[in-house]
């Protein structure tokens, strides 16, 4: 009686929000282990009048983060890496962020200036890029600050996390993430983004130009995106990710604890944390938002993946999780 009453408030509010045309989107919302609700809310297509369902493909933005922490931390389960080490140790050839250790990219507290807030990024991101390019962009900058002082959110950092990966690796980024994170987690529909590729039941992205009215996003190349926002996934994906986690089938049970430590609050690695124990990730790119909350005691888990551009993907993250905690 308790699960039907927490899916029929969960999809009340849920429908209220597409009825107002504030969310549009898949949903996926458990509780130990019991998938309470997934399901795809409006159009996937506004073109075509397809329909999202569970199964409809998004990118998924900055929780592409997440996954590229849990890459980092199997290599550290193999004794390749340790998380205090200088990033320099792995690229030599950047002697500016010799004070920049992998675990200050981890936790966003490198001082390394963001890409993607650079002036030209812009028209910068309409061109692939190969992740040495993507560096070169921001390499000869100046740090923000001393590494490990402060907290400053930076796509950059992760970027750089990628390229530690493909060098420890002696792989691309995308073919280690699949090999050891995707494969065992069983991710069979996330995949990083290229334009090249035809993705079955991916939807199209629409933002609202200034005067309120639907449009196809801005285009950008997901190259520039790459391993701080380039993955495509959907709701059920996420929650194998999440159930991967959880069992310690990436990594051991200690890697799972300091994954989630407040090494720099407000975040650890690859995930915001706050207190009771929850962490989540937000992710937003052209075209689509997205939302991941786990409450690690309880064992809740609430996804939503959206291809608007809005604010209401966050919200309906934090209220779904709300909703739960409060039943």
Not at 75 to 82: M, R
Not at 223 to 246: C, E, K, P, Q, V
Request: aromatic share 10%.
């Amino acid at each position: 009686m308790k699960t039907t009453f927490q899916h029929q408030k969960i999809e009340q509010h849920i429908r209220s929000l597409k009825d107002h045309e504030k969310y549009n989107g898949s949903v996926f919302v458990a509780a130990q282990g019991e998938i309470l609700l997934a399901k795809g809310y409006g159009l996937a297509s506004i073109e075509w009048g397809a329909a999202n369902l569970r199964e409809t493909v998004y990118r998924i933005g900055s929780i592409t983060k997440p996954i590229t922490a849990a890459a980092i931390l199997t290599l550290v389960q193999q004794g390749k890496l340790q998380i205090a080490d200088r990033v320099t140790t792995y690229l030599p050839g950047y002697p500016q962020w010799f004070g920049v250790t992998i675990e200050h990219l981890l936790t966003h507290r490198s001082g390394v200036p963001n890409l993607v807030m650079l002036p030209e990024f812009p028209q910068f991101s309409l061109l692939p890029h190969t992740i040495d390019e993507l560096i070169v962009a921001f390499d000869d900058l100046p740090l923000n600050f001393e590494p490990g002082t402060q907290f400053e959110y930076t796509n950059s950092g992760y970027i750089l996390l990628g390229k530690v990966i493909e060098v420890i690796s002696g792989m691309t980024y995308a073919d280690y993430v699949r090999q050891h994170v995707l494969i065992p987690a069983e991710m069979k529909n996330t995949r990083l983004d290229d334009a090249r590729m035809i993705v079955p039941n991916c939807a199209t992205g629409y933002e609202l130009d200034p005067a309120g009215k639907m449009m196809r996003s801005a285009y950008i190349d997901m190259s520039n995106a790459h391993a701080a926002g380039g993955f495509l996934s959907t709701i059920d994906d996420l929650y194998r990710f999440d159930r991967a986690l959880r069992s310690n089938r990436l990594f051991d049970h200690h890697l799972s604890q300091e994954m989630y430590a407040n090494h720099s609050q407000p975040y650890g690695y690859g995930w915001f944390t706050s207190i009771p124990p929850i962490v989540f990730h937000h992710g937003g790119i052209n075209g689509f938002t997205s939302t991941m909350f786990r409450h690690l005691k309880r064992d809740f888990t609430v996804i939503a993946l959206s291809n608007r551009v809005t604010p209401t993907t966050a919200a309906l993250g934090q209220k779904l999780m709300d909703m739960l905690i409060e039943c």
